[in-house]
């Protein structure tokens, strides 16, 4: 099981466990789990929806791509821990992290 915390727009935190190996993403898991995530492009990198902060364990997570880069670039509410739930793979080294849903509500 990989383990990290979410943080809401509201400011609450709850854990989330997901099985290792399942292969999503983070914008699929945090929908599956109920929160309200927009996704509209449905993970191309392209609407910037599933856009979440990493207020821990930033540095264990897989750099950020040109085109994840692109469209965190104009967002004017990007911080640099800022990154696209939907480019980010659920893997080990999500393991203790926290992530606050940035985006707006939809
Ligand atoms: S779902 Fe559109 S950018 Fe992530």
Do not use: W
């Amino acid at each position: 099981m990989i383990q990290f915390v979410v943080e809401d727009r509201t400011g609450d935190r709850q854990p989330v466990e997901v099985p290792g190996g399942i292969g999503l993403n983070l914008m699929e898991v945090l929908k599956a789990s109920d929160y309200t995530i927009q996704a509209t492009c449905g993970g191309m990198a392209l609407c910037a929806t599933c856009h979440v902060q990493v207020l821990e364990g930033h540095d264990n997570l897989p750099p950020v791509s040109d085109a994840e880069l692109d469209i965190l670039d104009t967002l004017p509410t990007a911080h640099p821990d800022s990154r696209l739930a939907c480019q980010l793979r659920v893997e080990e080294c999500m393991e203790g992290a926290l992530f606050r849903i940035a985006s707006e509500e939809p």
